[in-house]
Nanobody, 127 residues
Framework: QVQLVESGGGLVQAGGSLRLSCEAS????????MDWFRQAPGKEREFVAT????????SYRDSVKGRFTISRDNAKNTVYLQMNSLKSEDTAVYYC????????????????????WGRGTLVTVSS
């Protein structure tokens, strides 16, 4: 079992930046592939970014490539999402998720793949 708690959301103007954090407890985060998903009002939940267990591989949805960066600090049991050049369409609740996997370089992109979810943190980008 792993518990995930997101923080760092808030209100920001378009073009601004935010850094989301996800602190894991109850298990060693290095055993998990970590993803960020988001859900905007009236829309389906969508993949944002994923990072392998050892941090050596990452992947992003096309609309955030070059603007968002996912990273992890396994010593601190924490995963981050640095979001730059924010746009109004980035407004959503952002969820940290985890998938236990024994392979060091695996990535996941589907919500149904993930084993654990945080409660989410709201990001609002004003235009």
């Amino acid at each position: 079992q792993v518990q995930l708690v997101e923080s760092g959301g808030g209100l920001v103007q378009a073009g601004g930046s935010l850094r989301l954090s996800c602190e894991a407890s109850g298990s060693i985060v290095s055993n998990y592939v970590m993803d960020w998903f988001r859900q905007a009002p009236g829309k389906e939940r969508e993949f944002v970014a994923t990072i392998s267990r050892n941090g050596g591989r990452t992947s992003y949805r096309d609309s955030v490539k070059g603007r968002f960066t996912i990273s992890r600090d396994n010593a601190k049991n924490t995963v981050y999402l640095q979001m730059n050049s924010l746009k109004s369409e980035d407004t959503a609740v952002y969820y940290c998720t985890a998938k236990r996997d024994w392979r060091s370089a695996t990535l996941y992109r589907e919500p149904n793949d993930m084993d654990y979810w945080g409660r989410g943190t709201l990001v609002t980008v004003s235009s």
